[in-house]
T-cell receptor, first 114, second 112 residues
C-alpha cells in the first residue's frame, strides 16, 4: 500500500522568494504522483502530475516538481512566490495505471508575507 | 460544462439523523470517489466506484453507504449521523485516459 509524507504542515515565505514543499512517498510499484492546491472554502485543483517519462514536471501557476526515484521524493517548487499562492497544498500518490485510488498527504499550508 | 457538482453545500444534523449527499459529473468519467477532509489528516477515501455498477470500500467506510445511480451520479448516505462524521466531504471523478481526479466544491457537514 502506498503512503505519503509531507514535511512541514506550515510554510511561510516572503513574496518573491522560493517556494519549496516537500513530499516523500512509499509505493511497492512505480507510482503516479500528483500535487493539488486548495484555496479557502474550495475544492482541490490539480497543479501537476507525474505518470511516466520526463521526471521534471511543469504545472500551472509557475509550479514544477521533480520525481526522484532514488529518494522516493516529489518536491514542489516555484521560483518566486506571489500573494495568490497562499493556499493548502496536497501531495498524492497512486500505484500506477491499474489503481484508481489516491492516497493523500496531510497537506502543507503556505502563507506569503508581503 | 459544470465539472463535478455537489449538493448541499452546508448541512447541520443532529446525532442519529440520516442524510444523503449528492454528487454529479458531466465529464463522462468512469470512476467516482467520496472523500472526507479533516484538519491535519489530508483527504481520506470513504468509498469509490471504478465504473458504473461497481462500488468498493476505501480507507474509512464505516457509517457510510453509497449508490452509483448511473454513470453521472454517485451519492453518499449517512444512515445514523454521529459527531465523528463532522467533516468536509468531497466528491471526485476520473478517467483512465487522464488519470488525475477532478474534485467538487465540497459539502461542509456538522453533526451536533
Amino acid at each position: 500500500a502506498q503512503s505519503v509524507t509531507q514535511l512541514g504542515s506550515h510554510v511561510s515565505v516572503s513574496e518573491g522568494a522560493l517556494v519549496l514543499l516537500r513530499c516523500n512517498y512509499s509505493s511497492s510499484v512505480p507510482p503516479y504522483l500528483f500535487w493539488y492546491v486548495q484555496y479557502p472554502n474550495q475544492g482541490l485543483q490539480l497543479l501537476l502530475k507525474y505518470t511516466t517519462g520526463a521526471t521534471l514536471v511543469k504545472g500551472i501557476n509557475g509550479f514544477e516538481a521533480e520525481f526522484k526515484k532514488s529518494e522516493t521524493s516529489f518536491h514542489l517548487t516555484k521560483p518566486s512566490a506571489h500573494m495568490s499562492d497562499a493556499a493548502e497544498y496536497f501531495c498524492a500518490v497512486s500505484d500506477g495505471p491499474n489503481d484508481y485510488k489516491l492516497s493523500f498527504g496531510a497537506g502543507t499550508t503556505v502563507t506569503v508575507r508581503a | 460544462n459544470a465539472g463535478v457538482t455537489q449538493t448541499p453545500k452546508f448541512q447541520v444534523l443532529k446525532t442519529g439523523q440520516s442524510m444523503t449527499l449528492q454528487c454529479a459529473q458531466d465529464m463522462n468519467h468512469n470512476s467516482m470517489y467520496w472523500y472526507r477532509q479533516d484538519p491535519g489528516m489530508g483527504l481520506r477515501l470513504i468509498y469509490y466506484s471504478a465504473s458504473e455498477g461497481t462500488t468498493d470500500k476505501g480507507e474509512v467506510p464505516n457509517g457510510y453507504n453509497v449508490s452509483r445511480l448511473n454513470k453521472r451520479e454517485f451519492s453518499l448516505r449517512l444512515e445514523s449521523a454521529a459527531p465523528s462524521q463532522t467533516s468536509v466531504y468531497f466528491c471526485a471523478s476520473s478517467d483512465l485516459s487522464y488519470l488525475a481526479q477532478y474534485f467538487g466544491p465540497g459539502t461542509r457537514l456538522t453533526v451536533l
